[in-house]
């Protein structure tokens, strides 16, 4: 079956480094991933779609990027700020009449001073 | 263009009690799916709906659970007779359209306590 898979250990790391949160798939090619934030006892919101053909998408501070040979997608971070900590989501959107947008289990990001 | 509204955000129920959950989905939104995610775990679908037709509850318990979205109105998820088990935030979704490029835009949630 399809799967969406994250890391679920939590990623801790320092103020103005880089956090990386990998997204692997696997049974399946999407034709696009997307990823999203989600702060403790809300909703997740959308931060950035990616289309297999391309191999990165970047917005303000964050990058992602996709590898359709490792089956792979990283999300970046680049100067990472106490603000950021949250967990991360990767999720796919199938199509056809039993479309619906599954996600990886999530990587919680905690930055620190 | 308000977001998307669910209510009530906390509801308590006691075991047997039916619990009914709202989702107002955004303005000019016919898609609406539901979600389960129980503390320190991952979002899990349960049921896609657009105006009117399930299109997909293969995440849906078959027993004590039912989704709706009428022609007029919030899409409704149905809890009867809920047990402990049924505890968990529930969250939905709307898009405006199907398409793998197409954001979905989630609720607050309501969080189900079965006591």
């Known amino acids: 079956s399809q799967k969406i898979e994250q890391n679920s250990e939590a990623l801790n790391i320092q103020e103005g480094k880089t956090a990386t949160l990998t997204c692997n798939y696997t049974n399946y090619s999407p034709a696009y991933l997307q990823w999203y934030r989600q702060d403790p006892g809300r909703g997740p919101v959308f931060l950035l779609l990616i289309r297999e053909n391309e191999k990165e998408k970047r917005k303000e501070r964050l990058k992602v990027t996709f590898d359709t040979t490792l089956k792979q997608s990283l999300f970046h971070i680049t100067a990472s700020q106490p603000a950021d900590s949250a967990t991360y989501l990767c999720a796919h959107l199938g199509t056809g009449t039993a479309s619906k947008l599954t996600f990886g289990t999530g990587t919680r990001l905690q930055v620190t001073l | 263009n308000a977001g998307v509204m669910q209510n009530p955000r906390h509801l308590v129920r006691r075991r047997g009690q039916e619990a009914r959950l709202r989702c107002s989905p955004m303005k000019g939104h016919s898609h609406v799916y539901w979600y389960r995610q129980l503390p320190e775990e991952g979002l899990k679908f349960m049921v896609y709906?657009?105006?009117?037709?399930?299109?997909?509850e293969s995440g849906m318990p078959k027993e004590r659970f039912s989704a709706e979205f009428p022609k007029e109105g919030p899409s409704i998820l149905r809890i009867q007779q809920v047990v402990r088990g049924d505890s968990a935030a529930y969250f939905c979704a709307s898009s405006p359209l199907i398409a793998e490029n197409t954001e979905a835009f989630f609720g607050q949630g309501t969080r189900l306590t079965v006591v």
């Open positions: 709906l657009q105006k009117e037709n399930i299109i997909d």
